[in-house]
Nanobody, 124 residues
Framework: EVQLVESGGGLVQPGGSLRISCVAS????????MSWVRQAPGMALEWVSS????????TYVDSVKGRFTISRDNAKNTLYLQMNDLKPVDTAVYYC?????????????????WGQGTQVTVSS
């Protein structure tokens, strides 16, 4: 059974930091590019960041560049998102998603697997 399980979300004050994680099982993790996608209340899905299966070529939406860092540990089948200098606009449910290499990471229909999401709330 394929599973993507996110954890690490919570409530943080503006300017604070969080690291969220996504543990994968049931498929060849290193063969897949991985992404973080978020959804704010009442809003559409927003792609945040992606990284290849080889742990290279991280990409980010402009609004998080310089603040968020995506990484992965293929030995642990785990994807991470380190989030620094958090802002209230970062409040959302954060999902991890897996797509084989060569897919269009900006097209959500291209992803094979999705996690259930973890809530990140940035508020004073």
């Amino acid at each position: 059974e394929v599973q993507l399980v996110e954890s690490g979300g919570g409530l943080v004050q503006p300017g604070g930091s969080l690291r969220i994680s996504c543990v994968a099982s049931g498929f060849s993790f290193s063969s897949y590019g991985m992404s973080w996608v978020r959804q704010a209340p009442g809003m559409a899905l927003e792609w945040v960041s992606s990284i290849t299966g080889y742990n290279t070529s991280p990409t980010y939406v402009d609004s998080v560049k310089g603040r968020f860092t995506i990484s992965r540990d293929n030995a642990k089948n785990t994807l991470y998102l380190q989030m620094n200098d958090l802002k209230p606009v970062d409040t959302a449910v954060y999902y991890c998603a897996a797509a084989p290499h060569g897919r269009n990471w900006y097209d959500y229909s291209e992803y094979d697997y999705w996690g259930q999401g973890t809530q990140v709330t940035v508020s004073s």
